[in-house]
């Protein structure tokens, strides 16, 4: 098993930035592929962005591609998500999440570990 603990959320102004950080306990995280996934108020959780175990694939949701980059340090057991250019819309808890299956998987039920999530507010 591997616990996952999401951080760097925070408040941030539209066209502001952040780096979410996602720390992985237990098993090494380069077994497990790795994904974002969010959730905005009152909507589904969706996905954002997964990245293989190699850290050579990465795939991202269309509402973030050129905005957003993951990336990973199977070395410190980590999972990063820049995010650049922020907009209002992209408010929402993000989470980190892993699975056993290869590739970049893009529905959440594909994904066996999750953490609590990180509260990411931006201001218009």
């Known amino acids: 098993q591997v616990q996952l603990v999401e951080s760097g959320g925070g408040l941030v102004q539209a066209g502001g930035s952040l780096r979410l950080s996602c720390a992985a306990s237990?098993?090494?995280?380069?077994?497990?592929?790795m994904g974002w996934f969010r959730q905005a108020p009152g909507k589904e959780r969706e996905f954002v962005a997964a990245?293989?175990?190699?850290?050579?694939?990465?795939y991202y949701a269309d509402s973030v591609k050129g905005r957003f980059t993951i990336s990973r340090d199977n070395a410190k057991n980590s999972v990063y998500l820049q995010m650049n250019s922020l907009k209002p819309e992209d408010t929402a808890v993000f989470y980190c999440?892993?699975?056993?299956?290869?590739?970049?998987?893009?529905?959440?039920?594909?994904?066996?570990?999750w953490g609590q999530g990180t509260q990411v507010t931006v201001s218009s």
């Open positions: 999440a892993a699975t056993l299956r290869v590739g970049t998987p893009v529905r959440d039920y594909e994904y066996q570990y």
């Open positions: 237990g098993r090494t995280s380069s077994t497990y592929a």
């Open positions: 990245i293989s175990r190699s850290g050579l694939g990465t």
